[in-house]
């Protein structure tokens, strides 16, 4: 079991997560979280939102001085400490965006990506204010898509973006297409080499997610806590159960039950 006075990093989800699906409210977890600070545990966002999104949350959680993984991998970010500020996993949005407009008008694929619409639009599927979806909508490495399509043509577009060297991720809400590179697993992977790097020993690490996006990033850590999702998608891992905690509760109440699970004072 990790302990607080371990060489500990804490790697979270948002939406579903951390923050409520509905309210994106953090509230039942604050306890947790001052705790953790308290101890000089690091909490290291690690979330489908942009940039922009998760500094704006970052100031609010008091996180501004740690790196946060964005975009569901495709960015990170360290701190003017710790290095270069931020760097693009795979391709970028700019060439993510090309590949998609290519395709639907090849193949006439139905959907609808962030770039496509409105920042209203945005605000109407995410519940989002209008002026957080234009935060959304700042984007650097990845494209969440609505799709409106058969499952043949959804099948038949995931088999071209890999040709492109692009692939597609679960999300909450949407699917995220973004370089084959990229990945909250990988970039886990990376910013765990950085902690150690940093310790000159390797941190004891602890991830906390709802949704398919983040089983990589749960495989990537030591121990994992599989929050109860408002959907329907099953939660594999290929770790001891010893070491796998999924709970009964969803967002930030199970994110606080997660933690009052694994940790020990």
């Not at 964005?70 to 990170?76: D, L, P, S, T, W």
């Not at 577009?157 to 909450?172: D, I, V, Y």
Request: hydrophobic share 35%; no cysteine; aromatic share 10%.
């Amino acid at each position: 079991m990790p302990y607080l006075d371990d060489s500990l990093v804490v790697f979270t989800d948002l939406d579903g997560s951390l923050l409520d699906h509905d309210s994106y409210s953090w509230q039942p977890a604050q306890g947790w979280l001052d705790k953790l600070a308290q101890h000089g545990v690091p909490v290291i966002i690690t979330t489908s939102k942009t940039s922009a999104e998760v500094s704006s949350l970052q100031r609010d959680l008091q996180l501004s001085h740690l790196p946060f993984i964005a975009e569901n991998g495709a960015y990170i970010h360290l701190p003017a400490s710790e290095g270069p500020q931020h760097q693009v996993i795979g391709a970028d949005y700019q060439r993510v965006r090309e590949i998609l407009i290519q395709l639907r008008q090849r193949y006439d694929f139905e959907f609808r990506g962030f770039g496509d619409v409105s920042p209203q639009q945005v605000a109407d599927w995410t519940g989002l204010s209008l002026d957080d979806a234009q935060l959304a909508m700042q984007r650097e490495g990845s494209e969440p898509l609505m799709w409106f399509g058969s499952q043949p043509d959804f099948a038949h577009m995931e088999k071209l973006l890999a040709e492109e060297g692009l692939a597609l991720t679960r999300g909450g809400r949407f699917w995220h297409v973004m370089g084959r590179e990229a990945g909250k697993g990988q970039a886990v992977k990376w910013l765990i080499e950085h902690y150690r790097q940093q310790r000159n020993n390797p941190p004891v690490s602890l991830g906390l997610g709802d949704g398919p996006n983040d089983i990589s990033m749960l495989e990537a850590v030591d121990f994992a806590v599989v929050i109860r999702g408002k959907h329907d998608q099953k939660m594999p891992l290929n770790k001891a159960e010893n070491n796998i905690y999924r709970t009964t509760l969803y967002g930030p109440e199970g994110w606080r039950q997660g933690l009052d699970h694994f940790l020990s004072l």
